[in-house]
């Protein structure tokens, strides 16, 4: 029977998964102590996960996970590792274990009933077959565009200052009426010093940022993390940085580009135009869940409160 189990050697445990790293994890410095877990089975190690191991002492214990399982070799069942991993917990006395990342891609299927799971869902674009191909997906108003932007004269720049990131996400979020939700310090840290493989890249209009992304990677996909347009603003700005990013993440030999969270079935205007927005670079749909399983009576009790607010 599988089990998950602390790996018995911390260089051989770590996930090779971008945000499953502990580089990443001190980068964010979120709360909790970060632990890395082997599901095992028969004597062999099947994949890893990693996670926030969150206390409050005497009254509760959380278990945020940072992704899906990393698997060692090939895609193995989440379903089984999951259940797995949820024995694991009850046996610590964990009330709580959660993964509600963006970037995380648990497949649907695996959770267990009665797990709380919002619809989510991202679009992957293949890479392998190289930039010609990708622009070739494109929808043909992305191409008119690109090649727009290229025609005006749109400067794609590998790194971005600071500054006029933070600024331009802070307008972004503007334009939906929501405050920036992520700290000056953390954007700074992730553009000047990023303790992971990470990709920026700016298009710029004589002088003037007008759209911008920043991209984590590893060996399995290059990960839209942030990025904001400015508006009004060039036509193509948008297009043009995600073409960039992805002519970058191929000469990186990086299969694969993932266009970070959209909301399947949402009403909202403003998400639907930002799924609709990533669905045109003619990647595959790819459903995934985020999700929450309370463990204890303490937890269940918890959330009846919280309902009755």
């Known amino acids: 029977m599988a089990r998950w189990l602390p790996p018995a050697d911390a260089a051989r445990g770590r996930p090779e998964a971008v945000f499953q790293r502990l580089a990443w994890h001190r980068h ?11 599901w095992v089975v028969d004597g062999a190690r099947l994949a890893r996960v990693a996670l926030r191991d969150v206390r409050v002492p005497g009254l509760y214990r959380r278990w945020a996970l940072l992704g899906e399982p990393d698997w060692v070799g090939a895609p193995g069942d989440a379903r089984a590792a999951l259940a797995d991993l949820l024995d694991a917990a009850r046996a610590e006395g964990v009330d709580v274990v959660d993964c509600q990342f963006n970037m995380a891609r648990w497949p649907p ?46 400067e794609t720049r590998e790194r971005v200052h600071p500054a006029e990131f933070i600024a331009l996400l802070r307008e972004t979020y503007a334009h939906g009426d929501k405050a920036l939700p992520f700290s000056e310090a953390y954007l700074r840290r992730l553009l000047e010093s990023p303790a992971i493989p990470t990709l920026q890249v700016g298009v ?7 759209a911008a992304a920043l991209v984590p990677y590893d060996a399995r996909r290059g990960w839209y993390l942030h990025g904001g347009v400015r508006r009004p603003g060039p036509v193509g700005a948008a297009v043009l940085a995600h ?14 580009y993932d266009l970070g969270g959209v909301r399947p079935g949402t009403t909202d205007p403003r998400l639907a135009g930002i799924a609709d927005f990533k669905r045109r670079f003619g990647g595959a749909f ?16 918890v959330d009846r409160v919280q309902a009755l607010r």
Do not use: C
């Open 109 to 154: 299927e695996a959770l267990p009933p009665g797990a709380e799971a919002a619809d989510f869902g991202t679009y992957v674009v293949d890479l392998r077959g190289g930039l010609d191909a990708v622009v070739q997906g494109l929808s043909s108003g992305h191409r008119r565009d690109w090649r727009r932007g290229l025609r005006d004269g749109l």
């Open 243 to 256: 073409v960039d990013v992805m002519a970058r993440l191929i000469e990186r030999g990086v299969p694969a």
């Open 286 to 301: 790819e459903p995934v869940a985020r999700w929450r399983v309370a463990l204890s009576a303490r937890a269940r009790l």
């Open 204 to 210: 710029y209009a004589d002088g003037a940022l007008q």
């Open 28 to 38: 964010k410095r979120d709360a909790g102590r970060y632990r890395v877990l082997e």
